[in-house]
């Protein structure tokens, strides 16, 4: 059974940055896409980006507009998601959500309700202005 570990999140102030990582125990070969999603007080689990796990393949939601980036290392069996310029409305928990018969695009599409493989904990982000 793999399990994801979330790490990285903490309090940042408004513009600056933090590195969100999602650390799979063990990396399924069936395992395709690695997905970050978050849920702020109060509001539904929303989908924030997405990547393959060779790196080939991203995709994110419209709100990011180029301040976050996904990336994977496949030999740490980790997948990173960088925020810049963050915002208190970015104030959330994350999570990871990993499936082997999905596109990063289709996560995308299907945002948090489709039954993943796995999910991690979450890990708490909060932006104060």
């Known amino acids: 059974q793999v399990q994801l570990v979330e790490s990285g999140g903490g309090l940042a102030q408004a513009g600056g940055s933090l590195r969100l990582s999602c650390r799979a125990s063990?990396?399924?070969?069936?395992?395709?896409?690695v997905g970050w999603f978050r849920q702020a007080p109060g509001k539904e689990r929303e989908f924030v980006a997405a990547?393959?796990?060779?790196?080939?393949?991203?995709h994110y939601a419209d709100f990011v507009e180029g301040r976050f980036t996904i990336s994977s290392d496949s030999a740490k069996n980790t997948v990173y998601l960088q925020m810049n310029s963050l915002q208190p409305e970015d104030t959330a928990v994350y999570y990871c959500?990993?499936?082997?018969?999905?596109?990063?695009?289709?996560?995308?599409?299907?945002?948090?309700?489709?039954?993943?493989?796995?999910w991690g904990q979450g890990t708490q982000v909060t932006v104060s202005s």
């Open positions: 959500a990993a499936d082997s018969n999905v596109t990063p695009q289709a996560m995308g599409m299907m945002g948090p309700d489709y039954v993943y493989d796995h």
């Open positions: 990547i393959n796990w060779n790196g080939g393949f991203t």
């Open positions: 063990a990396r399924s070969s069936t395992t395709s896409a």
